[in-house]
């Protein structure tokens, strides 16, 4: 069950008509939500989208897209996934 409130949402993944959303509250608590893709702002309909939504009643009320937050999520990933991806002997 997932507590009425606002949440930070990221676009998992989209199947069909369909979107899931991982959602996280300001404790840390993770929740999973599926809505349909027309429910989103349109500006934000892609994988790893970050949004600021209000769930009531197991339902999305309202989403709004963070093209900030996603972009620096983007950024961030890219450089982990940098470091991740030489070789030791190229640090030095």
Do not use: C, N, Q
């Not at 991982?22 to 809505?35: C, N, P, Q, R, T």
């Not at 027309?38 to 209000?54: K, M, S």
Request: hydrophobic letters at 35%; zero cysteines; proline letters at 3%.
């Amino acid at each position: 069950m997932i507590p009425d409130s606002s949440y930070t949402a990221v676009i998992d993944e989209f199947e069909g008509s369909l979107a899931r959303l991982k959602l996280a509250d300001d404790s840390g608590d993770l929740y999973e939500l599926v809505v349909e893709t027309e429910a989103l702002p349109e500006d934000g309909r892609e994988t790893g989208a970050v949004l600021a939504v209000e769930v009531l009643d197991e339902a999305l009320v309202e989403a709004a897209y963070d093209s900030e937050e996603t972009k620096r999520r983007r950024e961030s990933a890219r450089e982990r996934f940098d470091r991740l991806s030489k070789r030791p002997d190229e640090d030095e």
